[in-house]
């Protein structure tokens, strides 16, 4: 079974400023995949990033990166010089390969200061 | 827009009642997913299409079932009604399933109200 744990149900960070949110993840498989999704109050999800158990260096997209840890089980995204338009929840997955389905952690509300 | 779309965007109906929602996947996608996402349970998968087979399922109810058709639409019927049911309802579509590496991408959903 796969768990993922976000424990920042909610962050307030000025605009212009780094944010990193946390996630810690839980799994006895070996070739997995980690994601992020953003969901803006509008409700849709977006994917943002992805990084895949065996890549040796972190993933990078635009002003998102994760911050990939693994003997830690640790996959935190780093957003670089916050904006309004980042404000919404925070999603972190993972999908073991081989198997279907995508397990969600609870998420983080992130709320940015102007 | 992640080229997956969903109809209707929003639906109030009773309970007991049975309901329909679609899904298209963006093109090229042969997967389907469903997820539920609710306020006490948060987002689960429910079930997973490819090429108009049932490929994986998760916590469906047996009031739920679902379907892939050869023009690789989907829909979800959701019978039986209950006021738990009230939830945003998400179909995602991925180009392949099984091993490797492979974004799910998520329409808008369809928030429904049982009421």
């Known amino acids: 079974a796969q768990k993922i744990t976000q424990t920042q149900p909610g962050m307030f960070v000025q605009e212009k400023e780094a944010v990193t949110l946390d996630c810690t993840y839980d799994?006895?498989?070996?070739?997995?995949?980690l994601f992020w999704y953003k969901q803006p109050s509008s409700g849709e999800m977006i994917f943002l990033i992805y990084?895949?158990?065996?890549?040796?260096q972190n993933a990078t997209e635009g002003r998102y990166s994760l911050n990939f840890q693994k003997a830690r089980k640790s996959a935190n995204l780093v957003i670089s010089a916050s904006q309004l338009g980042d404000s919404a929840m925070y999603f972190c997955?993972?999908?073991?390969?081989?198997?279907?389905?995508?397990?969600f952690g609870t998420g983080t509300r992130l709320t940015i200061i102007p | 827009d992640s080229g997956v779309t969903q109809t209707p965007k929003h639906l109030i109906t009773a309970t007991g009642q049975r309901v329909t929602l679609r899904c298209s996947p963006r093109?090229?996608?042969?997967?389907v997913y469903w997820y539920q996402q609710s306020l006490d349970q948060g987002l689960q998968f429910l079930i997973q299409y490819y090429n108009g087979e049932e490929r994986a399922k998760g916590n469906i109810l047996e009031r739920f079932s679902a379907q892939q058709f050869p023009d690789l639409h989907s829909e979800l019927n959701l019978s039986s009604l209950e006021l738990g049911d009230s939830a945003l309802y998400f179909c995602a579509s991925s180009v392949a399933w099984g091993s490797g590496e492979y974004e799910q991408y998520f329409g808008p959903g369809t928030r429904l109200t049982v009421t």
């Open positions: 997955a993972m999908r073991a390969f081989g198997n279907e389905k995508l397990t």
């Open positions: 799994t006895s498989d070996q070739s997995y995949g």
């Open positions: 093109s090229g996608d042969l997967s």
């Open positions: 990084q895949g158990s065996y890549d040796e």
